[in-house]
């Protein structure tokens, strides 16, 4: 099925910066999602959008929902050395969790450095 | 408290062999699914499941199995007709509000 394009691969940080990762799709997506999943874990999810526009915060993580609906950003504020993980995004154009077009970026491998 | 659960953690078996991953929730949830993980790849859909005695085919469903005879358990199984099926698989399950992942299995065959 079809994939995200999720940006970039990996980055290697300075504890205490600040991250930028991105998603973008060709389809309109009507959710996007975002999880983070530590080493030999499975994803655990960080923040849920549902509307064009929509900023939400969690803690140190800032994402939004882009206007055109197919690409959503997450920023990480201050990063501290238990960020490190691989960060995915996910979207979906059904309204509907139960079907399946839940898609996956390849996601973002985050090392802060202390 | 609710939750996803895969065992075991870690599965080692020779090549030929079928094995069997286990899956367990009890959020009540509808739908079920199995993803594979490999380095660099993202998830891949295996094989999913939108209630009791149905299931349908991911993007990867060759040389795999499942069944969903319980709304609580959905277990996979890796044939010997899986011509690479060392990985890191993960079950997961939903209703409304996104998916819940279990904490993976990583299967190694040798």
Same mark, same amino acid.
């Given at each position: 099925?079809?994939?995200?394009?999720?940006?970039?691969?990996?980055?290697?940080?300075?504890?205490?910066?600040?991250?930028?990762?991105?998603?973008?799709?060709?389809?309109?997506?009507?959710?996007?999602?975002?999880?983070?999943?530590?080493?030999?874990?499975?994803?655990?999810?960080?923040?849920?959008?549902?509307?064009?526009?929509?900023?939400?915060?969690?803690?140190?993580?800032?994402?939004?929902?882009?206007?055109?609906?197919?690409? %959503?950003?997450?920023?990480? %504020?201050?990063?501290?050395?238990?960020?490190?993980?691989?960060?995915?995004?996910?979207?979906?154009?059904?309204?509907?969790?139960?079907?399946?077009?839940?898609?996956?970026?390849?996601?973002?491998?985050?090392?802060?450095?202390? | !408290?609710?939750?996803?659960?895969?065992?075991?953690?870690?599965?080692?078996?020779?090549?030929?062999?079928?094995? /069997?991953?286990?899956?367990?929730?009890?959020?009540?949830?509808?739908?079920?699914?199995?993803?594979?993980?490999?380095?660099?790849?993202?998830?891949?859909?295996?094989?999913?499941?939108?209630?009791?005695? !149905?299931?349908?085919?991911? !993007?990867?469903?060759?040389?795999?199995?499942?069944?969903?005879?319980?709304?609580?358990?959905?277990?996979?199984?890796? /044939?010997?007709?899986?011509?690479?099926?060392?990985?890191?698989?993960?079950?997961?399950?939903?209703? /409304?509000?996104?998916?819940?992942?279990?904490?993976? /299995?990583?299967?190694?065959?040798?």
């Amino acid at each position: 099925g079809q994939q995200l394009n999720q940006s970039p691969q990996s980055m290697f940080i300075q504890e205490g910066e600040d991250v930028s990762m991105n998603c973008t799709s060709s389809s309109i997506f009507n959710t996007w999602l975002w999880y983070k999943q530590d080493p030999g874990e499975g994803p655990v999810l960080l923040i849920a959008l549902y509307k064009a526009g929509e900023l939400t915060s969690n803690g140190r993580l800032t994402a939004q929902f882009g206007i055109t609906r197919k690409d %959503s950003f997450l920023n990480i %504020s201050a990063s501290i050395p238990s960020d490190v993980g691989i960060y995915f995004c996910a979207g979906q154009e059904g309204l509907n969790y139960n079907n399946n077009d839940m898609r996956f970026g390849a996601g973002t491998r985050l090392t802060v450095k202390p | !408290d609710g939750g996803i659960t895969q065992s075991p953690k870690y599965l080692f078996r020779k090549e030929g062999q079928n094995v /069997t991953l286990s899956c367990e929730q009890n959020l009540n949830h509808d739908a079920m699914y199995w993803y594979r993980q490999d380095p660099g790849q993202g998830l891949r859909l295996i094989y999913y499941s939108q209630i009791v005695n !149905d299931f349908q085919k991911g !993007d990867i469903a060759e040389g795999y199995s499942v069944s969903r005879e319980k709304k609580e358990s959905f277990p996979l199984t890796v /044939t010997s007709a899986q011509k690479n099926p060392t990985a890191f698989y993960l079950c997961a399950s939903s209703i /409304t509000t996104g998916y819940t992942f279990g904490s993976g /299995t990583r299967l190694t065959v040798v």
